[in-house]
C-alpha cells in the first residue's frame, strides 16, 4: 500500500475513534421503579345506608360496578393508617386517611372504592400521594378476612430531592393481617421537564343520565376526605347524599380535542356547616381520531356541583399509547335550575413512557439507567460528510 494512502486511511481511522468516543446525551429520561408497600390501618365507623340494585359504583382499574346482590351500602369514615415503603424507593409513609364506599354489602362479600392521601417521605425527600383502590372483599362475622384490591396512587406534590418530579404507581394487593394492607407497586418518577405541559376544556351533558342520590347520616367526628385542602371534619351531625347513575358525555378542545364518556360518584354533606362540600371519583375515556384514553377525576367538591382536584390519563392506545396524563382539573355543572350542562378546565403534564412499554405501567420491565442514546440518522449524515472532507483535505496536502 503506497505510504500516502496509509497515512490517509490511519488519520481517518484516528478521527472516526475520537467521534465514536463521544457520547449523545439525551434529557433526563423517567425512572421506572418497582416497590412493596405495607399499611397498617387503625380501621374505620361504617354508617350504614341503603341502594337500589341497579346502582353503580365507580372503579379505577374494574369496570364501572352495578349492584345486583344486596342493597345493603356503607361509608366508611375515620380511618388512618402508616406504612412503610422497600425496592426501588424505601421510606415510610405517615399521615394516611381513607374513606371507602362500599355496595353489595352481604354476609360474605362486598365491594368497595377507598379513596384517600399520605405523605411519603425517605433520605431523598418527600412526595404527597393520594390514593385511589378497588376493593373486593370477603366477609365473616361481620368482619373482613380477605380482599384483594387494585388502584393508583400519584403524587400532588414533591419536595426535597424529589422537587419538581411527578410520581404515579400501579398497585395490587391484599388483606395480610388484620388491619394491614401489602401492596406490590410498579410506576415511574418523571422530572416535570420530561414532560409536556398541555391544557384543554371539556363541555359535556348529564340530560340522559342525570344520576340519583341516596341519603347517609353521618355523626360527629367522622371525616369526609378533601384532596386539594384540609380534610372535614364534622362538628355535629350531619345528613350527606350518595350519588350514583350519573354519567356526562361531551367533547374537549384544545391539546386533547375529541370525545369523552364519564361515569361518577359523589359524596356530598347536605346539612350543616359543610353543606355543599365532598368528593366526587369518575373514570373517563376519551377518544379521537388518533387513539384514546382511559383514566380518572378525583375531585373536592367545593359546593355541591363546582369541583377543583386532579386528573390522570393511566392507559391509551394509538398516539397515546406511551403516554401518561397527571395534572389539575376544574370544572362545575351549569345552566340552572336543572344543572343538566358541564364546563371544565384542565393543566396537566403529558409524560412519555419509554417504548416498548407503552401505557401499560403495570407490566413494564424496562428500567431506563442510562442517558445515553442512538444518535439521530441527520447526526450520523453530518459526520460522514465531516470525515469525507477531512480525509479529501489530507489527501491533497499529501500529493
Known sequence: MPKKMLIALLSLALIMSAFSAMPVTAAPQPTY???????????GVNRLFSLTLDDTLVQVVNPLYTVSSSTTAMFTTGESFTGSVSGDLSGTISSGAFNTIWVDVTATSMRGLTTGHAEYSDSTGTFSLIM??????????????????????????????????????????????????????RGWIFDEVECQLESFSVSGSRAD??????????????????????DITLGADADAEFTTKQRLTG?????????????????????????????????????????TVDGFLILDNSYYGVHNGYIVGV???????????LGEFR???????????????????????????????????????????????????????ILITITALILRRLK
Open 209 to 230: 343520565n342525570l344520576g340519583e342520590t341516596r341519603l347517609v347520616s353521618l355523626s360527629s367526628g367522622d371525616v369526609v376526605m378533601q384532596f386539594t385542602t384540609s
Open 315 to 325: 392507559s391509551g392506545t394509538g398516539a397515546f399509547i406511551n403516554k401518561i396524563f
Open 33 to 43: 421503579i418497582v416497590i412493596q408497600i405495607t399499611v397498617n390501618t387503625t380501621g
Open 251 to 291: 367533547t374537549s378542545t384544545g391539546a386533547l380535542a375529541g370525545s369523552f364518556e364519564l361515569d361518577s360518584n359523589a359524596f356530598i354533606i347536605t346539612s350543616g356547616t359543610y353543606a355543599g362540600r365532598g368528593y366526587s371519583v369518575a373514570r373517563f375515556a376519551f377518544t379521537n381520531p388518533d387513539g
Open 132 to 185: 385511589v383502590l378497588d376493593v373486593d372483599a370477603q366477609l365473616s362475622d361481620e368482619n373482613i378476612v380477605g380482599a384483594s384490591l387494585k388502584g393508583y396512587a400519584f403524587s400532588r406534590s414533591s419536595g426535597g430531592g424529589y422537587a419538581d418530579k411527578l410520581l404515579i404507581i400501579k398497585l395490587e394487593g391484599s388483606l395480610t393481617g388484620p388491619n394491614e394492607w401489602k401492596f406490590n407497586g
Open 331 to 385: 370544572g362545575s355543572f351549569t345552566n340552572p335550575p336543572e344543572y343538566y350542562d358541564y364546563e371544565g378546565t384542565a393543566s396537566v403534564y403529558a409524560c412519555s413512557i419509554p417504548p416498548p412499554v407503552g401505557g401499560v405501567i403495570l407490566d413494564s420491565n424496562v428500567k431506563v439507567t442510562s442517558t445515553s442514546i442512538v444518535a439521530p440518522p441527520w447526526a450520523y449524515a453530518s459526520l460522514i460528510a
